[in-house]
């Protein structure tokens, strides 16, 4: 029920994402290009949400920002489950001195104040290392690098708990004996089976990144206008209150909705 | 217990280490040393002149060494300057410190009462469960500044009940209606957890055979509930407060900086948007550090309450 709900939300979204260039031909107006004669425009069948700041159309920047907003937040749980599921891995095969300092360094990411540390971080001059700033791509680049330094420690720890019971089992003391070796025995056996917690790691890191970016975007410190994100068309929230109210209102709701079927996802998968 | 508390300073204190370290080399990458800013600030400064501040303060040495007297100096309590404040850092983050801890306290006494009492609801009322389900599925999945927003909207501009950020100029029970939106703000962002987490415990310990003989000897249901189940339910919630320290802190940074709260969330992100590279560090630090021994605190309460964890 939770996950087919979940996946209905996402699905919903992706759609939107996508079919984002058949709106824009359909309404006709480029959601990039600034129209001063038309800002705060209210609700109208040329702008089904009313314009920005800028006059550029609502509904095609909520739509192009999903994109950014979804694409931030798959890249980022993807890297954070191959990393995550990699140390998961190593720690409990290993065990011993190396399982205690890499679950230290997990325990010690958990303990920080995360949003603090990555308001710091992505404030860092990227652009001596070949990611310059305002450019979309190098900017989502950018954010999904930084939050994959806190995104791997949740999967982690659950991949190494997995995983250890996985390590106990007769099937792997067989396999051993069977001659397999190590690498095969944890590509083939184990990892097949953590798979289950695995992913319902990654479907919550997929809700904390989309939060996470969205957060650092509203800050400014985030994807760069003009490119749109959910996080980034908020980010002047504060004036927009008592100009237009309604601009505030829907970008969080998409955000709300992903992040809320994220979680339902996870919810479904761990039942 | 007291082997407990050692491993765990320890453990902070190498947290402290490696993030401070860390930080301090990502600070590097940004843009601009001090000297640079204040030639951008007066243009009769010469690049010899440029050269010779650099040496004077030291910023003409190699990084590790600029990281060793700096952590050495922070070791000793001389926390430096703030070039955006133009005031020794200690002065300017002891008053936001204490601001930003009031609004911690606020928002945690509301997260946790209002999180408790919906959990003990779901757990009293399977039929309601579901709806509080939902309300901490919302609740969890919302972006706090988002919901500072729809406040402001609600409060501060349609209805006009309470400012819509800043601070009182007055002082004393008018700061009180300045404080009202940012704690609510920020305790409806984190009472998910305490329902979720306060409902499945509750739920768990009613099932225990003890509920049952309380009943038999005819306590009410009410009693049984809140004498009976919730002390027993109480460590796993103190288990979240530990856990969400870090979410907590994470959050009085949107909601200071959403409402022009001075703090030190506030504090941070506008030493990170002024270059004020020493004071961002020093603030960050001591975020962190804090965080950790309130997490610490509250994995010993635990323990205090509960002896059965105190052997593990």
Same mark, same amino acid.
């Given at each position: 029920? =939770?996950?087919?709900?979940?996946?209905?939300?996402?699905?919903?979204?992706?759609?939107?994402?996508?079919?984002?260039?058949?709106?824009?031909?359909?309404?006709?107006?480029?959601?990039?290009?600034?129209?001063? @004669?038309?800002?705060?425009?209210?609700?109208?069948?040329?702008?089904?949400?009313?314009?920005?700041?800028?006059? *550029? /159309?609502?509904?095609?920047?909520?739509?192009?920002?999903?994109?950014?907003?979804?694409?931030?937040?798959?890249?980022? +749980?993807?890297?954070?489950?191959?990393? &995550?599921?990699?140390?998961?891995?190593?720690?409990?095969?290993?065990?011993?001195?190396?399982?205690?300092?890499? #679950?230290?360094? +997990?325990?010690?990411?958990?303990?920080?104040?995360?949003?603090?540390?990555?308001?710091?971080?992505?404030?860092?001059?990227?652009?001596?290392?070949?990611?310059?700033?305002?450019?979309?791509?190098?900017?989502?680049?950018?954010?999904?690098?930084?939050?994959?330094? @806190?995104?791997?420690?949740?999967?982690?720890?659950?991949?190494?708990?997995?995983?250890?019971?996985?390590?106990?089992?007769?099937?792997?003391?067989?396999?051993?004996?069977?001659?397999?070796?190590?690498? =095969?025995?944890?590509?083939?056996?184990?990892?097949?089976?953590?798979?289950?917690?695995?992913?319902?790691?990654?479907?919550?890191?997929?809700?904390?990144? %989309?939060?996470?970016?969205?957060?650092?975007?509203?800050?400014?410190?985030?994807?760069?206008?003009?490119?749109?994100?959910?996080?980034?068309? !908020?980010?002047?929230?504060?004036?927009?209150?008592?100009?237009?109210?309604?601009?505030?209102?829907?970008?969080?709701?998409?955000?709300?909705?992903?992040?809320?079927?994220?979680?339902?996802?996870?919810?479904?998968?761990?039942? | 217990?007291?082997? !407990?508390? +050692?491993?765990?300073?320890?453990? $902070?204190?190498?947290?402290?280490?490696?993030?401070?370290?860390?930080?301090?080399?990502?600070?590097?990458?940004?843009?601009?040393?001090?000297?640079?800013?204040?030639?951008?600030?007066?243009?009769?400064?010469?690049?010899?002149?440029?050269?010779?501040?650099?040496?004077?303060?030291?910023?003409?040495?190699?990084?590790?060494?600029?990281?060793?007297?700096?952590? &050495?100096?922070?070791?000793?309590?001389? @926390?430096?300057?703030?070039?955006?404040?133009?005031?020794?850092?200690?002065?300017?983050?002891?008053?936001?410190?204490?601001?930003?801890?009031?609004?911690?306290?606020?928002?945690?006494?509301?997260?946790?009462?209002?999180? %408790?009492?919906? &959990?003990?609801?779901?757990?009293?009322?399977?039929?309601?469960?579901?709806?509080? /389900?939902?309300?901490?599925?919302?609740?969890?999945?919302?972006?706090? @500044?988002?919901?500072? $927003?729809?406040?402001?909207?609600?409060?501060?501009?349609?209805?006009?009940?309470?400012?819509?950020?800043?601070?009182?100029?007055?002082? &004393?029970?008018?700061?009180?209606?300045?404080?009202?939106?940012?704690?609510?703000?920020?305790?409806?962002?984190?009472?998910?957890?305490?329902? *979720?987490?306060?409902?499945?415990?509750?739920?768990?310990?009613?099932?225990?055979?003890?509920?049952?003989?309380?009943?038999?000897?005819?306590?009410?249901?009410?009693?049984?509930?809140?004498?009976?189940?919730?002390?027993?339910?109480?460590?796993?919630?103190?288990?979240?407060?530990?856990?969400? +320290?870090?979410?907590?802190?994470?959050?009085?940074? %949107?909601?200071?900086?959403?409402?022009?709260?001075?703090?030190?969330?506030? !504090?941070?992100?506008?030493?990170?948007?002024?270059?004020?590279?020493?004071?961002?560090?020093?603030?960050?630090?001591?975020?962190?550090?804090?965080? #950790?021994?309130?997490?610490?605190?509250?994995?010993?309460?635990?323990?205090?309450?509960?002896?059965?964890?105190?052997?593990?």
């Amino acid at each position: 029920m =939770r996950l087919i709900l979940g996946l209905a939300l996402l699905l919903l979204l992706a759609l939107g994402a996508l079919g984002a260039p058949l709106v824009q031909e359909a309404l006709g107006h480029d959601p990039f290009a600034p129209d001063l @004669f038309l800002r705060h425009g209210p609700a109208s069948p040329e702008h089904p949400l009313g314009t920005d700041e800028l006059g *550029r /159309d609502l509904l095609l920047r909520l739509l192009y920002g999903a994109r950014v907003s979804l694409a931030v937040g798959l890249a980022t +749980a993807l890297a954070a489950a191959v990393l &995550g599921t990699a140390i998961g891995l190593l720690a409990a095969w290993r065990g011993g001195a190396l399982d205690a300092v890499l #679950m230290r360094l +997990a325990d010690g990411m958990l303990a920080l104040p995360a949003l603090p540390v990555l308001v710091v971080l992505a404030a860092a001059d990227t652009g001596r290392i070949g990611l310059p700033r305002g450019e979309p791509l190098s900017d989502i680049i950018r954010i999904v690098a930084i939050l994959t330094i @806190f995104g791997w420690v949740g999967v982690a720890r659950l991949a190494r708990a997995a995983a250890l019971s996985v390590l106990a089992r007769d099937y792997v003391r067989a396999a051993r004996a069977l001659g397999a070796g190590e690498g =095969r025995i944890l590509l083939r056996h184990v990892v097949p089976n953590i798979a289950g917690p695995i992913a319902v790691a990654t479907a919550l890191a997929v809700a904390g990144a %989309i939060l996470a970016e969205s957060t650092l975007s509203f800050l400014g410190l985030g994807i760069a206008p003009p490119a749109a994100s959910w996080g980034n068309m !908020l980010s002047n929230a504060q004036d927009l209150v008592f100009s237009a109210p309604w601009a505030a209102v829907w970008p969080g709701l998409a955000i709300l909705l992903a992040v809320a079927g994220c979680t339902l996802v996870a919810d479904g998968l761990r039942r | 217990m007291i082997r !407990l508390l +050692a491993a765990r300073l320890v453990q $902070i204190a190498v947290t402290m280490a490696i993030l401070s370290f860390a930080m301090f080399l990502l600070i590097g990458l940004m843009p601009g040393d001090p000297i640079d800013l204040a030639i951008a600030g007066d243009p009769r400064l010469t690049a010899e002149d440029a050269a010779r501040l650099r040496a004077l303060h030291g910023l003409d040495q190699p990084l590790l060494a600029r990281y060793a007297a700096w952590a &050495g100096g922070l070791l000793e309590g001389r @926390f430096g300057h703030s070039r955006l404040f133009a005031q020794p850092v200690a002065d300017i983050i002891a008053p936001a410190l204490v601001s930003t801890l009031v609004l911690l306290g606020g928002a945690l006494l509301l997260a946790g009462g209002i999180g %408790i009492a919906l &959990g003990l609801l779901a757990a009293a009322r399977p039929r309601l469960a579901p709806a509080v /389900d939902a309300i901490a599925i919302l609740g969890q999945s919302a972006p706090s @500044f988002w919901l500072g $927003i729809l406040l402001i909207i609600l409060f501060a501009v349609t209805l006009g009940w309470l400012p819509a950020g800043g601070m009182s100029e007055t002082g &004393g029970l008018d700061s009180l209606r300045f404080l009202v939106l940012p704690v609510a703000t920020l305790a409806i962002a984190n009472l998910a957890a305490y329902a *979720r987490h306060s409902a499945a415990a509750v739920g768990l310990t009613l099932r225990e055979p003890w509920i049952t003989a309380a009943r038999a000897r005819g306590n009410g249901e009410a009693r049984v509930l809140l004498r009976h189940a919730f002390p027993n339910a109480a460590v796993p919630v103190l288990q979240v407060a530990a856990l969400d +320290a870090g979410a907590l802190v994470g959050g009085a940074l %949107i909601t200071e900086t959403l409402f022009a709260r001075p703090g030190m969330g506030k !504090l941070i992100y506008d030493a990170v948007m002024g270059n004020d590279t020493n004071l961002a560090l020093v603030a960050l630090l001591l975020v962190a550090l804090v965080t #950790m021994l309130a997490t610490l605190a509250a994995d010993l309460a635990q323990r205090a309450l509960d002896p059965r964890l105190r052997d593990a």
